[in-house]
């Protein structure tokens, strides 16, 4: 990240200016440096109060020796807030701070939070000293500094953009999206009945990327109903020569898009292994609008199709959402799986689930299964099917079924 200002004087000149921070400010701070030097240990005992309620302050200042270097940098940055010297060095030390924050992971928010209680302190303090006039230069310099403290998040998440752009358009042109399969085990014999598709983006021989961490970016340059197209297309024609149940993932927004919805039906209609499909829903797209989710599930069920709810227990659907969608599977939502070994309520929560779906004739699966006491748990819980990585991981169908 290269910032042009940080070599150019008149860009840290221009953004004083467009701050109309003028010689008046700077005699402002200059003036009640003595009154911020007096109040600093009260300043750094708050403010390390306020940001350890941040997990990500835990997470980085993890031990004694690196609390008290970032108390020797706060306390310096903090001080020259009111040295009466802002030019091309100061803001130099600012990008360097900058730089650093977003090469060590550090959230644009907590940058923001720690700056809000910063400011309330100083003018806080300004006003019991009754030094009225300092307090808009106050606000005109940690506006500055929040200004330079972020900008290389905006910069790192424009580049991010950029590559992620790039990357999608080269995976649609060379149409180089692939459904990976997962075995879902009959949990008594172990014996793989289904198989969950699950997209993955392949840029190049070496890589198999998941497309989780492209979605958003997928939506927002309209990219994605051109990638489900290719995705649905592939799991039917990979599928028409097997004997396996397909599970495939679709959203509210594929669902609610009348012209991916047709596709859809037009594909179904045409698919020889019509019953053998599977259309995975996540519990949380009910809460958008049922009525459109009912109307889908309703007709896809006459040409034969089924239905699975997944991440069932993450605590958005009614129950009589449930009742009206009457779904053949309930994918137990992972969360409750990974820690069920050590949550008793975890536990709890999963067993009224299968005891409701026994009740609504539905078959459960159990996700993230990814150790053997995990597998022993849901097994004997009566969970009827198992996923995870410690049965099987997502790879391309001719890895399962090799020709």
């Not at 990814?370 to 997502?394: A, M, N, R």
């Amino acid at each position: 990240m290269n910032l042009n200002y940080k070599t150019d004087e008149n860009n840290y000149k221009t953004i004083l200016k467009n701050y109309k921070f003028k010689e008046d400010d700077r005699l402002n701070l200059l003036s009640v440096k003595d009154i911020a030097m007096h109040h600093k240990g009260d300043l750094l005992k708050g403010f390390y109060e306020f940001i350890f309620e941040f997990n990500h302050a835990q997470k980085f200042l993890h031990s004694d020796e690196i609390l008290q270097r970032h108390k020797k940098g706060i306390e310096q940055w903090y001080l020259n807030l009111f040295c009466g010297k802002y030019d091309m060095e100061y803001f130099e030390k600012l990008n360097i701070i900058s730089e650093i924050h977003v090469r060590i992971g550090l959230p644009a928010h907590y940058v923001n939070a720690a700056f809000s209680y910063i400011r309330s302190f100083i003018k806080e303090v300004i006003i019991k000293e009754k030094k009225y006039d300092v307090l808009v230069s106050v606000d005109k310099i940690i506006d500055i500094n929040l200004d330079i403290l972020t900008i290389s998040y905006k910069d790192e998440e424009q580049t991010k953009l950029v590559d992620e752009i790039v990357l999608l358009k080269k995976v649609l042109d060379n149409n180089f999206i692939e459904p990976f399969i997962q075995p879902i085990f009959e949990a008594d014999s172990l014996k793989a009945y289904k198989y969950e598709a699950l997209m993955r983006l392949i840029p190049d021989k070496e890589q198999a990327l998941s497309v989780y961490p492209y979605l958003n970016t997928a939506k927002r340059v309209k990219l994605y109903e051109k990638m489900m197209k290719i995705m649905l297309n592939k799991c039917i024609e990979n599928m028409k020569d097997k004997d396996i149940e397909l599970s495939i993932n679709l959203s509210y927004e594929d669902i609610s898009n009348e012209s991916f919805k047709q596709i859809i039906y037009k594909k179904i209609q045409n698919s020889p292994k019509v019953q053998n499909i599977i259309f995975e829903i996540l519990e949380s797209d009910f809460i958008e609008d049922f009525s459109i989710v009912e109307e889908f599930t309703k007709y896809i069920r006459t040409f034969g199709c089924k239905i699975a709810i997944d991440d069932f227990g993450s605590g958005y659907s009614s129950m009589e959402n449930i009742l009206k969608l009457k779904p053949d599977f309930i994918k137990i939502d992972g969360s409750l799986i990974k820690n069920i070994n050590s949550s008793k309520e975890s536990k709890i929560i999963v067993k009224n689930i299968i005891n409701m779906a026994k009740e609504l004739n539905a078959k459960t699966v159990a996700e993230f299964v990814h150790s053997k006491e995990i597998y022993e748990i849901t097994k004997e819980l009566g969970v009827d099917y198992l996923q995870g990585f410690y049965l099987g991981e997502p790879k391309e169908f001719s890895f399962y079924f090799p020709k």
